[in-house]
């Protein structure tokens, strides 16, 4: 596999209080199988679809038992200098920039609206083994309550040409690296419950989106919005049962027209 290029999502995790019932969960309704946990990395587990790696779960360290949330990973040719775009753009680092063994370096951090996201100088570890087939990621979106911050912040940090949809309903930007886009910016309105943290939420590909949902409802999981069918997919936002909000999108059924963008001088 290549090398990502800076800035494109390379990686997703999530910290559980409850491990085995994650793997239960996401197995059951993405159809993932598990590796080893590494005692030597916090028994960090590797998750797979199809036989190749396409997310981790991990317990969180002790005293961190906050409310699970999927964390996504954008890609860096060196961890330390994006940290000190990061910091630059007016971001916070939560995690300073750290040599995971072989595998490569991560730092986590927090863009000035309050979304946290990771950074992957890959190694012998270089991220997503698949994507956009059935288990793995396809997409992600960052929501804002603040979008002004986001956008002059993602951009900064990892050059991105920024297209606003013209559309009256939603204020949703595109973040694109080269011709293609990598990451959306959806503004959160007031139709978001306030205690939904600003966040990204990370798509997971399906081969039934329907399916998918009802799998996931069955085993406690919570329907937010969809299903509906764009000319995208058709995609649903679901929340785990340890409250981890996620989208599954089915990309083979599509309906209506691709929305009008525009470039944002």
């Known amino acids: ?10 990686w997703a995790d999530a910290m559980f209080t409850d491990v085995e019932g994650a793997k239960s969960f996401y197995g059951d309704v993405l159809g993932w199988t ?6 030597e990395f ?6 797979y679809a199809d036989g190749k790696a396409v997310a981790a779960v991990v317990p969180p360290p002790p005293g961190h038992e906050d409310q699970s949330q999927w964390c996504l990973y954008f890609a860096s040719p060196d961890a330390a200098a994006t940290a000190g775009r990061i910091r630059e753009a007016g971001g916070e680092l939560l995690l300073e920039p750290m040599k995971v063994g072989d595998f490569g370096t991560m730092c986590l951090a927090r863009d000035p609206s309050g979304v946290v996201f990771g950074v992957w100088q890959g190694d ?18 960052v929501f804002t309550r603040e ?14 040409r920024a297209r606003q949809m013209q559309d009256d309903q939603v204020d949703f930007r595109l973040f694109d690296l080269g011709d293609d886009p990598v990451l959306g910016r959806m503004a959160m309105t007031e139709d978001f419950p306030p205690e939904v943290p600003p966040h990204i939420n990370v798509y997971f590909t399906v081969g039934d989106c329907d399916a998918a949902v009802a799998r996931a409802t069955e ?23 340890q409250g981890a909000s996620f989208s599954v999108i089915d ?15």
């Open 34 to 39: 598990f590796g080893e946990s590494s005692t």
């Open 1 to 10: 596999m290549a090398v990502q290029p800076q800035g494109a999502p390379c």
């Open 219 to 241: 085993r406690g999981g919570i329907l937010r919005f969809g299903p509906v069918t764009t000319p995208f997919g058709r995609f649903a936002a679901l929340s785990d049962p």
């Open 124 to 141: 012998e570890h270089e991220g997503f083994e698949a994507t956009a087939v059935p288990g793995a990621y396809c997409w992600a979106e």
């Open 147 to 160: 979008p002004a911050k986001s956008d002059a912040f993602f951009p900064a940090v990892f050059s991105y």
């Open 251 to 265: 990309i083979t059924t599509t309906e209506g027209e691709m929305p009008e963008v525009t470039d944002v001088s």
């Open 42 to 47: 916090g028994n960090y587990t590797q998750c």
